[in-house]
C-alpha cells in the first residue's frame, strides 16, 4: 500500500511517521502531484498558523490536488482546519471540502487546549474499535463547531468537532500519533478503508 504524507511547510511529521512504521507502513512525505495522485491513502498533517500553510498549498498549486482527490484522505489538526470553509485565524478561507467554520477558544479557561481529553458521540469507520469516552491527545487554539460531517465529539468550554467525515474525506482534530494505543487504532482504521 502507498501511502503519501503531505508535505506543506506545516509542522513536524516525524512522530507521524513512526507510528506509521509501527503499523508496516513506510509513507512518502512529498508535495510532488504525481506521488500524491497514485497513492492509496493520504494523511495531510499539521502543526502552525492557517494563513501561511494555506499560502504554501495555493503556492504549490496543492490546494487544487486535494480537492480533487478520490482516495481515502485523512487530515490532522491543521489538516483538519483547513479542510473546512473558514477559519477565524488571520480570517482566512480554506479548502472548503467540508461545509464547517474553524472558530477560535474563547473563555476562562487555558488556551490552547492540550493534553488528553476523552471523546463521544463516536460514529463512521475511524472509531472502529474505539469506546465512548476514550482518551486522544489534544493541542489547539481553534475548533471546528459540531456539524453535519461531525462523527465525535469532546468538550472544551464547549462541544466541538473531535473529527469530520464527507465522502472519501476524513478528518480529525486530536493528534492520534501522539495518542498511543487509541490512536494507533485510529490511523489502522483510516489504513483498512
Known sequence: MKVVIIKYNAGNVQSLEFALNRLGIDPLVTDDHEEIQQADKIIFPGQGEARSAMNY????KLDRVLTQLRQ???GICLGM????????ENDTACLGIMDAKVKRFEGSFKIPHMGWNNITQLSGV???EIKEQDYLYFVHSYYVNICEQTMAQAE???NFSVALQKNNFYAIQPHPEKSADCGIQILDNFLKI
Do not use: R, W
Open 72 to 74: 481515502p484522505v485523512l
Open 81 to 88: 482546519q483547513l479542510m473546512c470553509s473558514h477559519t477565524e
Open 126 to 128: 475511524l472509531f472502529a
Open 57 to 60: 498549498l495555493k503556492d504549490k
Open 156 to 158: 472544551y468550554g464547549n
